[in-house]
């Protein structure tokens, strides 16, 4: 079964996550090797990469085409980038960035299709998606 995976790119190592927590946002590598990883790194500008999900929902998934045909799962997807950026907050030092690039397991050489660039306080969720090869740039 293919997978999204979410690969986030920060200045600072973020802790990995307690399996065992209850967290929304769990940090880590689910599927990723240092390969896939470096990767990635190609595509971003940010030291440290990692994965992060959802603990209830999975990937975080959201964009029009898929708001038509799965709505809940749009606004799953949309609720997850909130809390996302609610984490990012705590450990974003004011003036920082990260930078999120979303594909296909096994699709992380290919170059983003989708970049867009949003402020963490400031954004409309109903402007922004996230999909397979887009990269969104987050800034505090």
């Not at 440290?48 to 029009?64: A, D, L, R």
């Not at 045909?69 to 990260?98: M, N, R, T, V, W």
């Not at 402020?119 to 887009?134: C, P």
Request: proline share 3%; glycine share 4%; net charge negative.
């Amino acid at each position: 079964m293919m997978s999204i995976v979410n690969y986030l790119g920060c200045n600072f190592l973020l802790p990995a996550s307690d399996p065992e927590s209850d967290n929304e946002i769990i940090v880590g590598d689910f599927f990723s090797d240092d390969e896939m990883r470096a990767e990635v790194h190609k595509h971003l500008s940010a030291k440290y990469i990692c994965e992060v999900t959802s603990s209830q929902h999975g990937s975080i998934w959201f964009n029009k085409y898929y708001k038509q045909d799965y709505p809940k799962g749009h606004e799953e997807g949309q609720q997850i980038f909130k809390s996302l950026c609610a984490f990012l907050d705590q450990h974003l030092a004011s003036g920082d960035y990260c930078e999120l690039y979303t594909c296909w397991v096994g699709d992380e050489s290919e170059e983003p299709e989708y970049k867009d660039c949003i402020n963490l306080h400031d954004f409309d969720i109903d402007k922004i998606e996230v999909l397979e090869k887009s990269l969104l740039v987050i800034n505090k």
